[in-house]
Structure formats: C-alpha cells, structure tokens
C-alpha cells in the first residue's frame, strides 16, 4: 500500500491562499488521493479527493502532479475556521484509511 | 452530503464495566464501516473494518474480544468495549462508506470515553 509524506505543521495568513502539499512517491495507478481534515475534538471531515485530474469543490482544490507522486490540497482564502489537522490518505487495497501524522494549520488572525 | 451519527459523545464508567457505542449512517447505505481510536495529541488509529453481515477485522495488535464489533445491518454499526480498563480511555471515531475506494469516508463526531 502507497504511503504519504506532509509537513508537521504549516502556518497562514487569514485571507490567503494556502498550498498544502502531500508525497506519495509508491502511488499505484488506481490509488485515489483523498483529503481530510480534522478540527480539534472532532471527528474528521472530507475534504475532497481525486484520481487524476484536478479536482475543485466549495471547500477547496487539489491539484495532482502529473506523475501522480504527488498533490497539493489549495484552501483558497484561509480562515480561522480552516485551522484543522489536515491528512491526505490513499485507501489500501482492501479500501482501508490509514491516518498519517498529518499537517496541522494554523491560520494568523 | 451524508451524516453519520455517533453516540454517546461521551460516557465515564467504572473499570470492569462494559460500554456500548452506536455509529448510525442517516441517509445512506454503509456497506464498510471503520472504527478508529484517538489519544491526545496523536493521529487517528484504524482498529477495525466492519462489513455488513460479516465478522470485523481487526488490525495487528486490536484485541477482538475487548473491543466487540457488529455490523447487521446497512445503517448501524456498534463498538462495545468489554471490561473496560483507564487504559482504554480513549476518543472513539466511527466511519462509513458505500464501500468502493473512490468513495469518500463520512465520519461520525467521536465518543470520548473516561474508564475511572
């Protein structure tokens, strides 16, 4: 099963755009890239995912490298509401989601 | 989009005492269910897969006979810790999914569980 790599911890700015990247250099050609985020106390939420092509949704984009080993979740304009712990999983072959160490936000008022 | 309902968002209870957990999918049919745990500061740990109408299965190191799973039906799953211990004290996450790997996973809120 493909493993990912993210930052510890990223910080922004509120009202600006935020690029959280993710590696996952093993990625296999049906592995789907999915994105969650987990505010604290809380359970996660989804985010968005994709398989290729990038995706946008009301919440964010992610943009795929064209080899796949890699993508980037783009919060648009950060708020403080978007201070989360952010994790990019790729479900096992049995569709099993492991949680990695994750990339916590922190968004500057 | 889907909600996932889990409760009791908290529960204390006695060391030895045996404590239940509901994970219900409202408007969809969870053909896979996952139950995770969570300490402080930490991510979140897979412990188990539950299919409707088959047995969990449990990750390495996730004792089956503590941590009770079932899954009858499409909409409930439940989580039952047996002779529950403080070191069991944890925050329990349930999730649900249709089942195929581009399906996205609904989380329900989490269930704080305090074992005195």
């Known amino acids: 099963d493909a493993k990912t790599t993210q930052p510890n911890s990223m910080e922004s700015n509120e009202e600006e755009p935020v690029h959280l990247p993710c590696n996952h250099s093993?990625?296999?050609?049906?592995?789907?890239i999915h994105w969650y985020r987990q505010l604290p106390s809380q359970g996660p939420e989804y985010v968005i995912h994709?398989?290729?092509s990038n995706v946008n949704n009301r919440m964010a984009s992610l943009a795929i490298a064209e080899d796949r080993k890699s993508s980037t979740l783009i919060l648009h304009r950060a708020t403080l509401r978007d201070a989360a712990v952010y994790y990019c999983?790729?479900?096992?072959?049995?569709?099993?989601?492991?949680f990695g160490t994750g990339t916590s936000l922190t968004v500057i008022p | 989009g889907a909600v996932v309902s889990q409760h009791p968002s908290w529960v204390i209870c006695k060391s030895g005492t045996s404590v239940k957990i509901e994970c219900r999918s409202l408007?969809?049919?969870?053909?896979?269910m996952f139950w995770y745990r969570q300490f402080p500061k930490q991510s979140l740990m897979l412990m188990a897969t539950s299919n409707e109408g088959s047995k969990a299965t449990y990750e390495q190191g996730v004792e089956k006979d503590k941590f009770l799973i079932n899954h009858a039906s499409l909409t409930l799953s439940t989580l039952t810790v047996t002779s529950a211990h403080p070191e069991d004290s944890s925050f329990y996450i349930c999730?649900?999914?249709?089942?195929?790997?581009?399906?996205?996973?609904?989380f329900g809120s989490g269930t704080q569980l305090s074992v005195l």
């Open positions: 093993t990625i296999s050609g049906t592995d789907y």
């Open positions: 408007d969809f049919q969870a053909t896979t």
């Open positions: 999730s649900a999914t249709g089942g195929a790997r581009y399906e996205k996973l609904f």
């Open positions: 999983i790729l479900p096992s072959k049995g569709n099993q989601f492991y």
């Open positions: 994709g398989l290729t």
